[in-house]
């Protein structure tokens, strides 16, 4: 994907990763190019698809969902039909913040985050366990963030 970039293209994706909130003005600065050429080069990775958006990343701690949980989801049948019907179902839950298909022991692994035991176990059992096709789940509290949301590096 990185062959149809040139360095420039290269250079604001890697400040902009890193932050988001840059005026067009500073980013140009910092890629070497004109305001203009920038805007026209940002625009442009926006419209083709390589940055999918710019939002800010709260501290969860902050509002009140400072518990992070992992759950692995194994579901009772492996067919395209459950899987369809699992991943149409988890992207209504608005407390879901990744669900990804997995290899392995699992289905599919969940990125949750709650207020603490008490809220988790709550959606737990009047929420995920109700999902269609659900036959286990195993839970997984994060005792400690060590890398978070990292950048790519490309």
């Given at each position: 994907?990185?062959?149809?970039?040139?360095?420039?293209?290269?250079?604001?994706?890697?400040?902009?990763?890193?932050?988001?909130?840059?005026?067009?003005?500073?980013?140009?600065?910092?890629?070497?190019?004109?305001?203009?050429?920038?805007?026209?080069?940002?625009?442009?990775?926006?419209?083709?698809?390589?940055?999918?958006?710019?939002?800010?990343?709260?501290?969860?701690?902050?509002?009140?969902?400072?518990?992070?949980?992992?759950?692995?989801?194994?579901?009772?049948?492996?067919?395209?039909?459950?899987f369809?019907d699992?991943?149409?179902?988890?992207?209504?839950?608005?407390?879901?913040?990744d669900?990804?298909?997995?290899?392995?022991?699992?289905?599919?692994?969940?990125?949750?985050?709650?207020?603490?035991?008490?809220?988790?176990?709550?959606?737990?059992?009047?929420?995920?366990?109700?999902?269609?096709?659900?036959?286990?789940?195993?839970?997984?509290?994060?005792?400690?963030?060590?890398?978070?949301?990292?950048?790519?590096?490309?």
């Amino acid at each position: 994907m990185t062959d149809e970039l040139d360095k420039i293209d290269l250079k604001i994706l890697r400040h902009l990763q890193r932050d988001g909130r840059l005026a067009n003005a500073d980013l140009a600065k910092l890629v070497d190019v004109s305001a203009a050429t920038c805007h026209r080069r940002t625009q442009r990775l926006f419209e083709e698809g390589y940055i999918r958006a710019v939002r800010a990343m709260l501290a969860p701690e902050r509002v009140r969902r400072g518990a992070l949980v992992m759950v692995g989801v194994v579901l009772d049948r492996s067919t395209p039909q459950s899987f369809a019907d699992f991943e149409a179902a988890i992207a209504k839950l608005p407390f879901i913040l990744d669900c990804h298909l997995v290899a392995g022991d699992f289905d599919y692994f969940l990125k949750i985050r709650v207020r603490d035991m008490v809220d988790f176990n709550r959606l737990h059992g009047s929420q995920l366990i109700a999902l269609p096709g659900v036959r286990q789940t195993r839970t997984f509290f994060v005792m400690k963030e060590v890398v978070d949301n990292a950048v790519l590096d490309f």
